[in-house]
C-alpha cells in the first residue's frame, strides 16, 4: 500500500523567503519518507528594513503580499494538503510585523505563525540528520540565517541543548551586532561542549550550501576549518561587483555570504570543530517533519 501526500513549508526569514514542497511517501512496512518536489527562493530582504528601522516598509510588504499570493496559487498547482509558514527575526522584530502578517493572510489567503528563537531552534532540530550522522559523534548544528544563528549540540543522535543568538548576515552587514552577543555565544558553545573530547559542525542555511557546492566535495564528506578559512580570505580579495561577475554569486549572496562563514568559522574555533558536514537541510525541512509528526500545529491548503 502506497500512499503520497504533499506538504509545504514558507519560511520567511530575514534575507529571503522560501517555499519547500515535499512529497510524504508511507508505504506499509518502511519507514516514511521525505522527499523534496520544488523549492522557491525570493530575496526580499526584510531585515534591511527591520533592523534599521524597526518597521517593514510598504515597499516590502507589497512584495510579501505578491510572493505570498505567488506561493499560494503555487501550492495549489502541486496540490498541497497541509502547509505551515514560519516568520522568524525580522518579522518578530518588526513593529508592524503582525500587522503585516494579517494584511498577507487577508489579501493572499496564507497564515503565518511567527516564531521564537527558542521555537526556531526547536523545528530546525527536529530535521531527520539520521542519514547524515555518526551516532558516536558529537555535532554542534549551527544554522545561520539573516536576523539570527541558531545553535543545537546532538550528542548520541539526540539534541541535548539549542540556542538562538541575534548574530546574522544582514545584521553583521549593517554592524549592528553587539560585542556582547558575540561574547554570549561564545561563552555558550564552549560551556556546552567542553563536556566532549570531540565536535564536528553541521552547517545549515544558503551560503554554506553555496560554499559546499563550489568544493567540489561529495554529499556525507566534510569540509574542513582550513578550507574554510581559505575561501573566507579569497572572498575578502574581492569587491562585491567582482564576486557577482568573478565569482558567479548571485547579487544577493554576494555580500552575506562572507558574514556568513565568519560564523561558521567562529562557531569551529570556540567548539574546536576541524570539520563541518553540509546535509542541504533547514528550517524548511523541520516545518515539513514538524507537520507530519504534528509537533506544531498545521493549516490545510
Keep these: ?6 506538504y509545504a513549508a514558507i519560511d520567511i526569514g530575514s534575507n529571503a523567503v522560501r517555499l519547500l514542497i515535499a512529497n510524504i511517501i508511507e508505504e506499509k512496512g518502511k519507514d516514511v519518507r521525505f522527499k523534496k518536489s520544488a523549492l522557491v527562493r525570493v530575496p526580499i530582504r526584510l531585515g534591511a528594513d527591520v533592523f534599521l528601522k524597526q518597521n517593514i516598509s510598504k515597499y516590502n510588504k507589497e512584495r510579501m503580499i505578491d510572493t505570498m499570493t505567488a506561493f499560494k496559487l ?5 496540490k498541497v494538503v497541509k502547509y505551515k509558514a514560519c516568520a522568524t527575526s525580522a518579522m518578530r522584530e518588526a513593529i508592524n510585523g503582525h500587522e ?28 531527520d540528520l539520521h542519514e547524515f550522522i555518526d551516532y558516536s559523534k558529537t555535532y554542534l548544528y549551527v544554522d545561520v540565517g539573516g536576523g539570527s544563528t541558531e545553535f543545537s549540540v546532538i550528542h548520541n543522535g539526540k539534541k541535548t541543548a539549542s540556542r538562538s543568538f541575534k548574530i546574522g548576515t544582514v545584521r553583521l552587514l549593517n554592524d549592528i551586532v553587539k ?25 545549515s542555511g544558503g551560503n554554506i550550501n553555496k560554499i559546499f557546492k563550489i568544493s567540489g566535495k561529495k554529499l556525507g564528506k566534510p569540509l574542513t576549518y582550513f578550507y574554510l578559512l581559505s575561501y573566507y ?10 564576486r557577482i561577475t568573478e565569482l558567479d554569486l548571485n ?4 555580500d552575506v555570504i562572507i558574514p556568513a562563514t565568519r560564523i561558521y568559522l567562529s562557531a569551529m574555533k570556540w567548539s574546536g570543530a576541524k570539520d563541518i558536514y553540509v546535509p542541504k537541510i533547514g528550517l524548511s525541512d523541520g516545518i515539513i517533519k514538524s507537520i507530519y509528526y504534528k509537533t506544531v500545529s498545521s493549516n490545510t491548503q
Design 233 to 242: 580570505k579569497t572572498l575578502q580579495t574581492y569587491s562585491y561587483e567582482e
Design 1 to 6: 500500500m502506497l500512499s503520497i501526500k504533499k
Design 100 to 127: 503585516v502578517a494579517n494584511d498577507i493572510l487577508q489579501q493572499a489567503n496564507i497564515k503565518i505563525d511567527i516564531i521564537d528563537g527558542q521555537e526556531e531552534a526547536a523545528i530546525i532540530a527536529e530535521t
Design 251 to 254: 547579487q544577493d549572496r554576494a
Design 74 to 78: 503555487l501550492m495549489k498547482a502541486h
Design 179 to 203: 560585542s556582547e552577543t558575540w561574547s554570549e555565544a561564545e561563552m555558550w558553545i564552549k560551556d556546552t561542549t567542553k563536556h566532549y573530547d570531540k565536535i564536528d559542525l553541521i552547517g
